[in-house]
């Protein structure tokens, strides 16, 4: 089968806002200054959506499954089976050709567009790869990305941190918290992204479980089993191609697939989040997680570029958590 696909809205089966719980938007600021961004979200902890973040990049139109096929087609990738809306539990990586696995995703999408089933059969999930290890040469595609939206020590090595996620309509990540209590600058691609968000403290109504997971559907949330959550403060937004998401430290969200979708997003720190992930220990946080917080912490603080400590941090970039 060719290795393309058009991209097309999924078929939504009821997702959405369920139990009466009424989902609040968040802010969309189009044309976002840096300078505005991190004076009125970053300083402030709050989520925001920048329309059109990647308009500049040739990497909305050139990133296509031809591209990928050409490119890394015979690469062996890690696919992850079990991000599903019953948790992590049975969360397991499998290796498979990229090739292969577009090809499972065109005949997926194509029988998704012929009314032949719709989930029960969803292929697995690419899902938090480093990016540069599918596309080597993103940096010619990204030409024109809006840098000035992390801070400047991650400006000249930021793709080195970036992440690639593809996956078919319906892909789920489950409600949780990224691991290292980072910011995260999440844009998409190709698809659509539907996220559900709730701040870090509303983590107590959440029923969270291995550190980070929560056990609530935030999208058909059981409320006889999880009555803690009928007081959660919950927001949801849609992410479009060329959006960017901002998400503070700890931010919860459950995150799904509307269409056949293609992302990328970076986590980071500054000085002072790197120190507060480091004290996390004491809240649980798993030691591992500590170390990468603390190999950032010092390269930030101690005033050494990034580039010199990526070989200690690189390992995070594969870790499954």
Known sequence: MAASINWHPGV???????????????????NLS??????????????????????????????????????????????????????VAGLKTIAVRLGDYLDQLTDFETRLQRNEGWATDRPPYLHDVPLL?????????????????FPE????????????FLGPSHSLTPLHF????????????????????????????????????????A???DLRRHPLYREAQVRECTVEPGDMLYMPPGMLHHVRSLDCSMSFNVDWHT????????????????????????VIAFGQ?????????????????????
């Open 153 to 164: 020590w991650y400006r000249a090595d930021w793709l080195e941190f970036a992440q690639f």
């Open 34 to 87: 840096p300078e505005d961004f991190f004076h009125d979200y970053v300083t402030q902890g709050r989520p925001v959506v920048v329309p059109g973040a990647l308009k500049r990049c040739p990497a909305l139109t050139s990133w296509t499954f031809d591209k990928l096929q050409q490119v890394s087609g015979q690469r062996t990738v890690k696919l992850k089976q079990g991000l599903n809306e019953e948790g």
């Open 301 to 321: 603080c101690a005033g050494q570029p990034a580039g010199r400590v990526l070989p200690w941090y690189r390992s995070y970039l594969n870790y499954v958590s």
């Open 219 to 221: 999208e058909n949330p």
């Open 271 to 294: 000085c002072g989040s790197a120190i507060q992930g480091m004290l996390a220990l004491r809240r649980g946080m798993p030691l591992k997680n500590v170390y990468y917080n603390a």
């Open 133 to 149: 290890s599918i596309l080597p040469d993103a940096a010619n595609d990204l030409d024109g990305f809006p840098a000035d939206y």
């Open 178 to 217: 990224d691991c290292l209590l980072t910011h995260n600058l999440f844009f998409q691609v190709r698809g659509r992204k539907r996220f559900i968000l709730l701040h870090h403290d509303q983590l107590p109504f959440c029923y969270r479980y291995r550190w980070r997971w929560c056990e609530v559907d």
């Open 12 to 30: 939504d089966k009821g997702l959405g806002a369920e139990a009466g719980k009424l989902h609040l938007p968040i802010d969309r600021r189009a």
